[in-house]
């Protein structure tokens, strides 16, 4: 089967006025289809960097890199994946549907169905009873969760997230992080998922990518092996206390402080 992301020697560096900067350099990272897998490691270790070139929004340096075996760009406008950022992104004269359906509209999607896909899509992230508001009528864990429904809209089979749920209040983000890996069991979708929580990619994923700056490169990959309990209790189990020392390990081994890394 193809993988949904398949990456070769990428590098990325940015160049301006006070010189070169080597983002990303040799990363080789194979996402499998359905497959979750998430990024954790240090602010400015390429993170954001290396979701974009998969989505895309900007072109690798060096290197290769595929999605479900097509470029970049030739899967984007496949509508191979669906993108929910930190920052929600919503458009402010949009109710909170209109803003859920517009990937729909743009793609041809007919009214009617494009009305039950997003209420559908409300009730999954619990904001049923907010349909009909726009968006500077909710909190911003409210705004993020349209965003979320949103990029879930085209039922994609990849799904790029950098750090979406950063803005939640700890309950609410447990319990989105419960509802993605359903709606992930559900849909077959694969996740490359950035985070600043070890708990957070240890709950959620398969294999977890820990990445070191300067240049931006993968120092560890840990497969995460949890007991056989799902659901809330998996965070309190054995297995789940080991695949977070595991992970913390990982990422200590870097050579620098791992610092902007959230240890709850
Ligand atoms: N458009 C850009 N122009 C110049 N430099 C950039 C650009 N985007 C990112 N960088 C640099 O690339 C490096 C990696 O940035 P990136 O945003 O990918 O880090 P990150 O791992 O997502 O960090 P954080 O955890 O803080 O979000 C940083 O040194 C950053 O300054
Ligand atoms: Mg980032």
């Known amino acids: 089967m193809t993988n949904a992301v398949e990456a070769r020697g990428v590098g990325k560096v ?23 897998v998430s990024l954790i490691g240090p602010s ?16 690798p340096t060096t290197g290769e890199l595929t999605v ?76 993020q969760r349209v965003a979320i429904a949103r990029s879930l809209a085209e039922r994609p089979s990849l799904l790029l997230m950098d750090e ?26 694969a996740v490359v998922f950035v985070t600043h929580s070890i708990p957070e990619a240890v709950f959620l994923s398969q294999r977890v990518v820990v990445m070191s700056p300067r240049p931006g490169r993968i120092s560890a990959v840990v497969p995460i092996t949890l007991g056989d309990v799902r659901g809330e209790g998996l965070r309190e189990d054995a297995s789940f206390f080991a695949a977070v020392t595991a992970v913390r390990e990982a990422l200590h081994g870097t050579p620098v402080t791992a610092r902007g890394v959230d240890l709850r």
């Open 68 to 143: 479900f075996g097509k470029t970049p760009q030739q899967a984007r406008e496949a509508q191979d994946y669906g993108i929910a950022f930190q920052q929600a992104g919503l458009l402010p004269w949009r109710t909170v549907t209109a803003n859920v359906e517009l990937p729909l509209e743009l793609h041809g999607v007919g009214k009617g169905e494009r009305a039950v896909r997003a209420k559908e899509l409300l009730s999954l992230v619990g904001l049923d009873e907010f349909a009909g508001h726009f968006p500077h009528q909710l909190s911003g864990g409210m705004q």
């Open 164 to 189: 979406p749920f950063g803005a939640l209040d700890e309950m609410t983000r447990e319990r989105m992080q419960t509802e993605l890996v359903r709606i992930c069991a559900e849909s077959g979708a």
């Open 44 to 59: 400015g270790c390429g993170k954001s960097t290396l979701l974009r070139l998969i989505a895309d929004l900007d072109t």
């Open 14 to 36: 940015f160049s301006s006025r006070s010189g070169e900067v080597s983002a990303l350099e040799g990363i080789d990272l194979h996402v499998a289809a359905g497959e979750f």
